[in-house]
């Protein structure tokens, strides 16, 4: 299944962006997938993930803030961000793991302006 994240875009500090990752297919055998972000010049970081039957998980920049949620009719997870900080600038990508290979989804650049 190929994953696409779309959504980002130039926001301002304190606002919002729903960030919708689309599967090529269906997404309901990918028991946990999960969204990172990447800032120009350092390592991909995890923010959230969300695993069927157990729920969601979220990295400290991100909790109180994030919400991880999953359609697997509409083959989509989505990320929406609440008050948005400059530091939350960066690309994000989707990713899953399945039998031991690796897939990330394109990214998709959220820029905030201070």
């Known amino acids: 299944v190929q994953l696409q994240a779309s959504g980002g875009g130039l926001v301002q500090t304190g606002g919002s962006l729903n960030l919708p990752c689309s599967g090529s297919?269906?997404?309901?055998?990918?028991?946990?997938i999960s969204w990172f972000r990447q800032v120009q010049g350092k390592e991909r970081e995890l923010v959230a993930t969300?695993?069927?039957?157990?729920?969601?998980h979220y990295k400290d920049p991100a909790k109180g803030r994030f919400t991880i949620s999953r359609d697997d009719v509409k083959n989509t997870v989505y990320l929406w961000m609440t008050n948005l900080r400059p530091d939350d600038t960066a690309v994000y990508y989707c990713y899953y793991r399945l039998r031991g290979q690796d897939y990330w989804g394109q990214g998709t650049q959220v820029t905030v302006s201070s």
């Open positions: 297919e269906s997404i309901s055998s990918i028991n946990i």
């Open positions: 969300i695993s069927t039957g157990v729920g969601t």
